[in-house]
């Protein structure tokens, strides 16, 4: 055994009940085994080559990031608060102008953040793959997501190629040249435990070919594919007529838009309607759609026949001042509804807490089904699973794996949900957490 860790609650990933007075044992990436009731009274040396003895605390399945762009994070506070969209767009290209040093000092920091505050897998929307390095220093689980994008079919190809070269120049053959017996000098480079997926950008920037191409390799190879949908009503507005404000912002770019009037069909009827058909199966948890904010009564009846995730970023939702999202139909489809911070260019932190805080001011899962002013238990534990469990699910990281967050629970708890409550409202510290069995980050 690699770690023995004993805690006063811990919350199972797969079943999100609690138990008491828990040792779990960690061995390679897995958990091993969970004694519970307090079976074993002595120390835990001689259970495991290392131990931690961490008393009042809770453990539970670390938080993942469904969605966030950590090469945007150079632009943390230096994006002014109530643009639109298509206003913010412009500005984020230019910041994807600034210096390389620039950006990576950005990915290192944001990574920080993740790490600190109890995150320990993420999907990353990568442009260039430049979070490659930090994320593999930090020892995070991570899907790097490879963004693509064109609105002119006949460059489909191209853009795919631009792709392509990007797993073989950072993916493939760092694992062909090092291999696992490169040794501890040469594992950094390895980036075990980072895989990659594809992200064709959202539908009023992306050809219906290029999805077709992104999907044909996702589904083909069993990867993520994640893309923005229904994020904004001026898109909606696009994709059904060709006209308002998206239309310049997207002509800014060389687009001829000249003769695009419009698909007569919004974003949502796009991908799970007409493009990507051919691919869907009856559920489609790593097909992640980003924001589906304005999603319509036809919208949900096509998620509850697909079931893909659907990713919510509370803040980045605050930040653009979006109508209240729609998560009482979202659960209701039977969606895998996850959590992401979207980036640090339309937030202010990374932290998973902080997006369940907001999530519950947002007036959308607030009073709750209970009609209480007071957070409701159901809420709040349904907003935890998909922050965890569900993302785990999005990411098809095994059951037993070894990916756990351990807070400071001073006060003890009776129940999981005032564990969880204690959470959010007293701000614990996180004394340490586990990614594919390693130890990324402890406090004590
Ligand atoms: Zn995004």
């Known amino acids: 055994m690699d770690y023995a860790v004993r805690v006063s609650h811990y ?15 960690i061995a390679g990436e897995h958990v091993a085994e969970v004694i519970t009731g307090g079976e074993v009274s002595g120390g835990l040396a001689g259970l495991a080559k290392n131990t931690l003895d961490l008393g009042d605390a809770l453990c539970m399945p670390g938080f993942v990031n469904s969605h966030c762009h950590l090469d945007l ?38 990574v920080r953040m993740l790490v600190s505050s109890g995150t320990t897998s993420v999907l ?3 442009v260039g793959a430049d979070s490659l390095d930090a994320l593999a220093r930090h020892g995070l689980r991570s899907v790097l997501a490879l963004e693509s994008l064109g609105f002119d079919g006949t ?14 120049d950072k993916f493939v053959l760092e694992r062909e040249r090092l291999g696992k017996d490169a040794g501890e000098a040469a594992a950094p480079a390895t980036h075990e435990g980072i895989d990659y997926g594809f992200s064709p950008h959202a539908t009023f920037s992306t050809s219906q070919q290029l999805y077709e191409l992104n999907m044909g390799r996702a589904f083909g190879e069993g990867r993520i594919c994640t893309t923005h949908a229904a994020e904004t009503t001026e898109e909606e507005e696009f994709l059904l007529h060709g006209t308002g404000p998206y239309a310049p912002f997207i002509a800014q770019f060389g687009v001829d838009l000249s003769s695009f009037k419009g698909y007569g069909a919004r974003s949502l009827e796009l991908l799970l309607r007409d493009w ?10 790593n097909l992640v759609l980003v924001h589906c904010n304005y999603a319509r009564e036809a919208d949900f009846a096509m998620i509850s026949q697909h079931k893909p995730s659907i990713c919510w970023c509370p803040r980045s939702h605050a930040f653009f001042g979006h109508d209240p999202w729609p998560w009482a139909q979202m659960v209701e489809t039977g969606a895998n509804v996850v959590l992401g911070t979207d980036s640090l260019a339309s937030n202010t932190g990374l932290d998973m807490l902080g997006e369940i805080r907001q999530a519950l ?21 349904n907003l935890f699973k998909a922050a965890t469990i569900n993302g785990r699910k999005a990411m098809s990281i095994l059951a037993d794996a ?10 003890g708890a009776k129940s999981r949900d005032e564990a969880l409550q204690s959470l959010l409202a007293d701000n614990p510290p996180l004394l340490a957490s586990f990614s594919r069995g390693r130890l990324i980050a402890r406090s004590i």
């Open 155 to 168: 460059r489909a190809e191209a853009a795919m190629q631009r792709v392509d070269a990007l797993i073989r």
């Open 73 to 110: 994070s150079h632009l943390w506070r230096q994006v002014p608060h109530g643009l639109k969209f298509h206003e913010w767009g412009p500005v984020i290209m230019a910041g994807r102008m600034l210096p390389p040093s620039m950006i990576a000092a950005g990915i290192e920091d944001a």
């Open 124 to 126: 990353d929307i990568s």
């Open 11 to 25: 919350i199972d990933p797969v079943t999100f009940e609690l138990s008491r007075d828990v040792i779990l044992l």
């Open 402 to 411: 070894a990916d756990l967050a351990i807070w400071a629970l001073p006060g």
């Open 276 to 285: 990507l058909g051919p691919w869907l199966k009856p559920e489609n948890p």
């Open 361 to 381: 001011v947002s007036g959308s899962v607030s009073p709750g089904s209970s009609g209480k002013k007071v957070p409701d238990p159901v809420t709040v534990t």
